[in-house]
């Protein structure tokens, strides 16, 4: 099973990431791409600054790690990798809309604030649209203070539900509901 798939009908191509994406070829396309784009000092810019991590290359024929000297990605945990699928695909899109499944998944609590940052933050600059999920109180609480710390008022957050009758409904509440509710400490996962 593809973990990370490519959606296109006419001009409206989405991505979507797994929390479990880990896939040697994807690996081997994405650190490709972000070369030839001159974008992977990027990425390894924020793997030093998230997890101590100096270099990323496929050396072979695997995705490789440099920290205290060249080890298999496989070697690392699912944090690690979930953050490099999500930065290659946010360095390699533009202008296109990207799904990620159980964001935090393996990340540290402690990682969120600064992987929000990363995430809004490189979204905008490529007109990525993010919808991200998650179950995590930690992430969404992290994802109010940095969106607001950055000022990113272009954000919204979704809560899907069922009502008594089993029928799933969507309660979107804009940036200013959002951090109300937080603020309030009031639990937004559910209603």
Do not use: P
Not at 12 to 24: E, G, T, W
Not at 158 to 181: P, V, W
Request: hydrophobic fraction near 40%.
């Amino acid at each position: 099973m593809d973990t990370q798939i490519e959606y296109s009908y006419m001009h409206f191509s989405l991505h979507y990431i797994s929390a479990f994406s880990d896939f040697n070829e994807m690996y081997n396309r994405g650190i490709s791409s972000l070369k030839l784009s001159n974008s992977l000092s990027v990425l390894e810019k924020y793997l030093k600054e998230l997890f101590g991590i100096e270099k990323l290359d496929y050396i072979n024929n695997e995705a490789q790690l440099y920290k205290r000297g060249w080890e298999k990605l496989s070697f690392y945990g699912q944090g690690v990798k979930t953050f490099i699928n999500i930065m290659i695909s946010l360095l390699s899109l533009e202008n296109n809309t990207l799904f990620i499944d159980e964001i935090e998944n393996g990340i540290h609590y402690s990682l969120f604030d600064k992987m929000w940052e990363i995430i809004l933050k490189i979204s905008k600059e490529n007109n990525v649209q993010v919808f991200a999920t998650t179950h995590s109180k930690e992430a969404i609480e992290s994802y109010s203070r940095v969106s607001k710390k950055l000022e990113d008022d272009d954000i919204a957050f979704i809560n899907l539900s069922t009502n008594k009758d089993d029928d799933i409904i969507a309660i979107t509440l804009d940036a200013g509901m959002f951090r109300s509710e937080i603020a309030q400490n009031h639990e937004v996962r559910a209603w």
